[in-house]
């Protein structure tokens, strides 16, 4: 599985962004996705995930009510709508799939797309 981030740009803080994963292969309806990020200098941190069939999602606290996740298996493609951001939000941000559940720990996420930079201003 081969995945292709895309959407980051800069933004001023209270905009919007979609950020959009593409999966090459026939298997991506079988994945779980999700979205990282990793500011400078701290730890990959879960965004926001959900699973094959779009009935479970996870979102970080920092992240509930302002992103949205969703996936639409026909296109390949799963999405990270993100509102109100602020300039805490500045990372590069990683999409991934595994094949099992929802998970929030980036060492159970098998497959990894480039990273793509968000850069929020005040």
């Known amino acids: 599985v081969q995945l292709q981030a895309s959407g980051g740009g800069l933004v001023q803080a209270g905009g919007s962004l979609r950020l959009s994963c593409t999966a090459s292969?026939?298997?991506?309806?079988?994945?779980?996705m999700g979205w990282f990020r990793q500011a400078p200098g701290k730890e990959r941190e879960l965004v926001a995930a959900i699973n094959w069939s779009a009935y479970s999602t996870y979102y970080a606290e920092s992240t509930k009510g302002r992103f949205t996740i969703s996936r639409d298996n026909a296109r390949n493609t799963d999405y990270l709508q993100m509102n109100s951001l602020i300039p805490e939000d500045t990372a590069v941000y990683y999409c991934?799939?595994?094949?099992?559940?929802?998970?929030?720990?980036?060492?159970?996420?098998?497959?990894w797309g480039q990273g793509t930079y968000i850069t929020v201003s005040s």
């Open positions: 292969g026939r298997t991506f309806s079988r994945y779980t």
């Open positions: 991934a799939s595994r094949s099992g559940s929802v998970s929030s720990s980036a060492d159970d996420y098998d497959y």
